[in-house]
């Protein structure tokens, strides 16, 4: 659930199939004619190191520039130290503004009873199932929606009131439903269809039942869920300005062609720094805890990130939804803090006791 994240994989996507605009507000075009930004801070926690949407003005730092002929879209533009504008098609203040308001959303639920958080990850279920149920009809595959919402609920609630245990077993319980919701429509394509059930099942409810288990930590739970949160966030900032300023060699050109190496070593650092931090502070653990703590989370939202990019991919989506205003879909904004919650959980399960 990344709230302010400056770019995401469905910017490169509008970079790669919208025309660049053109006249008197237009930015100028770099020298390889790409019309590519060299670097990203996107939707992977500390993966991406492009930069927000930007289309028009002149001058380095951050202005308003007009798009367009007739100059009457407006937009806020940031520019590279060298004056080259940023662009991936993203309205920042728009998506700063949807950004903190989810944030504000998550904190009410959090405070002071932790239990209604439970309402936000079942709702978050319920968005992300029909998200990918969209993108998947598109290419002919078939969701057990009905086992997949009722059973996707239900294990966020026993992840919160009985822990790890009784989350496998609502997933055990969700599966068999949902491969045997399947067989009614008989044997054509059910293999297509059970490993969608399948993957649909892992990648959202269950991944979001690990939140559950930070929160229902007994003592701190709050603390660890915020922890985590702030982490993966901080490798958002981390690898942004890191890619805006140094981003220069791709990490992965073929999945997400604006990440670079640069962005990540500063999701890398924005990450070990908050880790000591908050750990520290908020969970009375060690600094070095903290640092891998860190480590793990940018590593899995790495990984998250190139995930739900090639999911996009696969499906020729832009973008997952549209859920968030200047965000695109809810996936598209937790994809990385899906395969980071349980990394975190484990961590600080067993280094922060």
Known sequence: ?????????????RARHDPPPTGPGAPEEPEDGSGRPEGR??????????????????????ALGAEGDDGARQRFVLHKPDGEPVRTGRNLPLAIASGVALGALVLLSIYPFSAGFVAITAAATLICLR???RGLDAKGGRLAVWPLALGGAAMQVCAYFGGAEWLVGATALTAIAALSWRLRDGAEGYVRD????????????????????????????????????????????GGYFAGIL??????????????????????????????????????????WAGA??????????????LIESLLKRD??????????????????????????GPVAWVVLTLLVP
């Open 194 to 237: 059970a490993g969608a059930n399948l993957l649909t099942l892992l990648y959202v409810p269950f991944l979001l039942g690990t939140w559950q288990l930070l929160i229902a930590t007994p003592g701190d739970g709050q603390e660890r869920l915020i922890a985590f949160i702030l982490v993966t966030i901080s490798s958002d900032i």
């Open 41 to 62: 801070a996107g939707s992977g926690a500390g993966s991406s190191d492009e930069a927000p949407a930007p289309d028009g003005g002149a001058g380095g730092g951050a």
């Open 315 to 340: 499906l020729g989506l832009k973008d997952m939804g549209r859920f968030m205003p200047g965000h695109g879909g809810l996936l598209d904004r937790v994809d990385s803090l899906l395969i980071a």
């Open 246 to 287: 140094m981003g220069r060699h791709k990490m992965a050109p073929v999945i997400s062609p604006n990440k670079t190496w640069e962005g990540f070593g500063g999701s890398v650092l924005a990450c070990m720094l908050a880790g000591g931090l908050t750990v520290a502070l908020m969970l009375d653990g060690p600094v």
């Open 131 to 133: 998200e990918l149920n």
């Open 292 to 305: 891998v703590l860190g480590v793990a989370v940018v590593l899995a939202a790495t990984v998250g990130d």
């Open 1 to 13: 659930m990344t709230f302010i994240e400056p770019g995401s994989e469905q910017d490169d996507d």
